[in-house]
């Protein structure tokens, strides 16, 4: 693919490429939109550098690429009620999406598409860890894939927001430096998803189910779920699927919920991150 109005460098890792030579914060035409959209979907994470985005010209950028969608559990800042601010103090101790998943998926329409902007970064740690999901899908056996293509999940978003979930209880809250609410019967609400998700716009299946958002496989236990979630997990972090992102203050990563997992590193305790999120409203995964 040849781009005329952006650069695109896909040396960062086995997924994902840096694009260069655009301002996120003004307004961008069709054309330019178009090879960014055009970008993503072949390389489904773009990493920004040296951007300067308030959370309005944030969330303007994010609506290029379709509705915008509210996060069910935390407070927006002030200026955008689509950006979310995510913060982990210099005393805090847990971290918001330190485990591999993608993002919602708990929701009948989960988000396309996350943009996750750097405001303040630790010097040393605190990167994202990225995995490719349509790889790792292609990489199991044909006997494997065709099993895994027959079940539905039941996802919710109870394993972490809901009554016995990490993210609920007052400790947690503290630890995360941040306060978590969002609605009581949603948070231990479920919908059923299948495993292994097709793309609406590539065509192409990737593992969709994961541990934090997955309950169980529908009619398994939650134990022999975990079995399947564990296998799945493990193969899709191999090195050959994953590439690792070293945020610097203004970058922004955008990613493709429907085919990549990702997980956010807490190796920086004593320092402070502050990160603003927006999510783009998805199709229910089929
Ligand atoms: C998230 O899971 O959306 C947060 C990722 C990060 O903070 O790196």
Aim: hydrophobic share 40%.
């Amino acid at each position: 693919m040849s781009y005329v109005h952006i650069e695109v460098d896909t040396h960062i890792g086995p997924v994902g490429a840096v694009v260069s030579g655009v301002d996120l914060s003004e307004q961008l035409n069709a054309e330019v939109v178009a090879e960014i959209h055009a970008a993503w979907l072949q390389h489904h994470v773009l990493f920004f550098r040296d951007q300067t985005l308030s959370p309005s010209a944030q969330a303007r950028f994010a609506s290029y690429f379709g509705e915008l969608d509210q996060y069910p559990f935390m407070q927006p800042v002030d200026e955008s009620a689509y950006v979310i601010p995510i913060i982990k103090e210099a005393d805090a101790t847990m971290n918001f999406g330190g485990d591999w998943h993608t993002d919602t998926s708990y929701k009948l329409r989960p988000p396309k598409a996350t943009l996750l902007y750097a405001v303040e970064v630790p010097e040393q740690g605190g990167d994202t860890l990225f995995a490719d999901a349509t790889a790792a899908y292609q990489a199991l056996s044909l006997a494997m894939r065709e099993s895994l293509e027959r079940w539905q999940g039941i996802y919710s978003p109870k394993l972490v927001h809901g009554q016995g979930g990490g993210y609920k209880s007052v400790a947690a809250k503290a630890n995360l430096g941040q306060a978590y609410g969002g609605d009581a019967d949603f948070a231990e609400s479920e919908v059923e998803h299948p495993l292994i998700r097709t793309h609406e716009e590539t065509g192409r299946k990737s593992i969709y189910c994961s541990k934090p958002h997955t309950v169980n496989i529908k009619g398994w236990t939650r134990d022999e779920s975990l079995a399947i979630f564990r296998f799945l997990t493990k193969h899709l972090t191999q090195e050959q699927f994953v590439t690792r992102f070293k945020w610097q203050a203004g970058s922004l990563a955008m990613w493709d919920n429907r085919c990549m997992f990702h997980n956010a590193l807490n190796d920086y305790q004593g320092h402070r991150r502050h990160m603003h999120r927006v999510i783009v409203k998805g199709e229910r995964p089929q």
